[in-house]
Nanobody
Framework: QVQLVESGGGLVQAGGSLRLSCAAS????????MGWFRQAPGKERDFVAA????????YYADSVKGRFTIARDNAKNTMYLQMNSLKPEDTAVYYC?????????????????WGQGTQVTVSS
Protein backbone atom coordinates (compact mmCIF):
# COMPACT_ATOMS: atom_id res chain seq x y z
CA GLN A 1 0.00 0.00 0.00
CA VAL A 2 1.43 3.35 -1.07
CA GLN A 3 1.78 5.94 1.63
CA LEU A 4 2.95 9.54 1.42
CA VAL A 5 3.41 11.31 4.72
CA GLU A 6 4.19 15.02 4.93
CA SER A 7 5.82 16.73 7.86
CA GLY A 8 7.54 19.99 8.71
CA GLY A 9 4.67 22.44 8.52
CA GLY A 10 4.08 25.09 11.14
CA LEU A 11 3.75 28.77 11.93
CA VAL A 12 6.44 31.16 10.76
CA GLN A 13 6.78 34.91 10.36
CA ALA A 14 6.98 36.51 6.95
CA GLY A 15 10.52 36.29 5.61
CA GLY A 16 11.19 33.08 7.49
CA SER A 17 11.88 29.56 6.29
CA LEU A 18 10.46 26.08 6.63
CA ARG A 19 11.44 22.70 5.22
CA LEU A 20 8.74 20.21 4.38
CA SER A 21 9.40 16.50 4.03
CA CYS A 22 7.43 13.80 2.25
CA ALA A 23 8.25 10.22 3.20
CA ALA A 24 7.13 7.67 0.61
CA SER A 25 6.59 3.98 1.28
CA UNK A 26 4.82 0.96 -0.15
CA UNK A 27 6.56 0.74 -3.50
CA UNK A 28 9.59 1.83 -5.49
CA UNK A 29 9.25 5.33 -6.84
CA UNK A 30 12.09 5.20 -9.34
CA UNK A 31 9.71 5.74 -12.26
CA UNK A 32 7.48 8.31 -10.59
CA UNK A 33 7.60 12.06 -10.49
CA MET A 34 6.86 13.68 -7.14
CA GLY A 35 5.18 16.99 -6.61
CA TRP A 36 4.15 19.54 -4.03
CA PHE A 37 0.78 21.25 -4.16
CA ARG A 38 -0.97 23.64 -1.83
CA GLN A 39 -4.52 24.60 -1.05
CA ALA A 40 -5.64 27.70 0.79
CA PRO A 41 -9.12 27.94 2.36
CA GLY A 42 -11.77 28.46 -0.30
CA LYS A 43 -9.31 28.05 -3.15
CA GLU A 44 -8.35 25.31 -5.58
CA ARG A 45 -5.35 23.09 -5.11
CA ASP A 46 -2.37 24.76 -6.81
CA PHE A 47 0.85 23.35 -8.13
CA VAL A 48 4.03 24.37 -6.30
CA ALA A 49 6.93 22.23 -7.57
CA ALA A 50 7.73 18.83 -9.03
CA UNK A 51 10.80 16.65 -9.43
CA UNK A 52 11.65 13.52 -11.31
CA UNK A 53 12.73 10.64 -9.13
CA UNK A 54 15.61 9.21 -11.11
CA UNK A 55 16.82 12.24 -13.03
CA UNK A 56 17.49 15.78 -11.76
CA UNK A 57 14.57 17.45 -13.54
CA UNK A 58 12.67 20.12 -11.59
CA TYR A 59 9.71 22.36 -12.30
CA TYR A 60 8.37 25.28 -10.27
CA ALA A 61 5.32 27.47 -10.22
CA ASP A 62 6.18 31.07 -11.05
CA SER A 63 4.95 32.21 -7.64
CA VAL A 64 7.67 30.26 -5.81
CA LYS A 65 10.62 30.42 -8.22
CA GLY A 66 13.73 31.68 -6.51
CA ARG A 67 12.25 31.12 -3.03
CA PHE A 68 11.43 27.40 -2.89
CA THR A 69 13.69 24.47 -3.70
CA ILE A 70 12.52 20.92 -4.29
CA ALA A 71 14.85 18.00 -3.69
CA ARG A 72 14.75 14.27 -3.10
CA ASP A 73 16.82 11.63 -1.36
CA ASN A 74 16.36 8.36 -3.22
CA ALA A 75 18.08 6.32 -0.53
CA LYS A 76 15.56 7.55 2.03
CA ASN A 77 12.58 7.57 -0.35
CA THR A 78 11.96 11.13 0.78
CA MET A 79 11.21 14.39 -0.97
CA TYR A 80 11.78 17.85 0.46
CA LEU A 81 10.59 21.39 -0.11
CA GLN A 82 12.83 24.11 1.27
CA MET A 83 10.77 27.28 1.54
CA ASN A 84 12.59 30.58 2.06
CA SER A 85 11.42 34.19 2.13
CA LEU A 86 7.95 33.04 3.03
CA LYS A 87 5.03 35.37 2.47
CA PRO A 88 1.55 35.45 4.04
CA GLU A 89 0.14 34.35 0.68
CA ASP A 90 2.10 31.09 1.00
CA THR A 91 -0.26 30.10 3.82
CA ALA A 92 -1.99 26.85 2.85
CA VAL A 93 -2.14 23.14 3.43
CA TYR A 94 0.76 21.60 1.53
CA TYR A 95 0.37 18.18 -0.06
CA CYS A 96 2.88 15.86 -1.65
CA UNK A 97 1.86 13.63 -4.51
CA UNK A 98 3.27 10.98 -6.84
CA UNK A 99 2.60 10.33 -10.52
CA UNK A 100 3.83 7.50 -12.76
CA UNK A 101 5.14 9.84 -15.41
CA UNK A 102 8.52 10.42 -16.99
CA UNK A 103 7.94 14.15 -17.45
CA UNK A 104 7.58 16.55 -14.55
CA UNK A 105 4.34 18.52 -14.67
CA UNK A 106 1.90 20.41 -12.48
CA UNK A 107 -1.46 18.90 -13.34
CA UNK A 108 -2.95 17.69 -10.04
CA UNK A 109 -5.56 15.54 -11.79
CA UNK A 110 -2.81 13.29 -13.15
CA UNK A 111 -1.19 12.48 -9.82
CA UNK A 112 -2.05 9.04 -8.52
CA UNK A 113 -1.12 9.18 -4.84
CA TRP A 114 -1.51 11.93 -2.25
CA GLY A 115 -0.45 12.59 1.30
CA GLN A 116 -2.71 13.91 4.02
CA GLY A 117 -1.22 17.42 3.97
CA THR A 118 0.64 19.63 6.40
CA GLN A 119 -0.40 23.16 7.40
CA VAL A 120 1.90 26.09 6.70
CA THR A 121 0.92 29.43 8.19
CA VAL A 122 2.90 32.59 7.50
CA SER A 123 2.11 35.56 9.69
CA SER A 124 2.64 39.15 8.58
Amino acid sequence: QVQLVESGGGLVQAGGSLRLSCAASGRTFNNYIMGWFRQAPGKERDFVAAISWSRPSKYYADSVKGRFTIARDNAKNTMYLQMNSLKPEDTAVYYCAADRSSVVHGDPTAYDYWGQGTQVTVSS
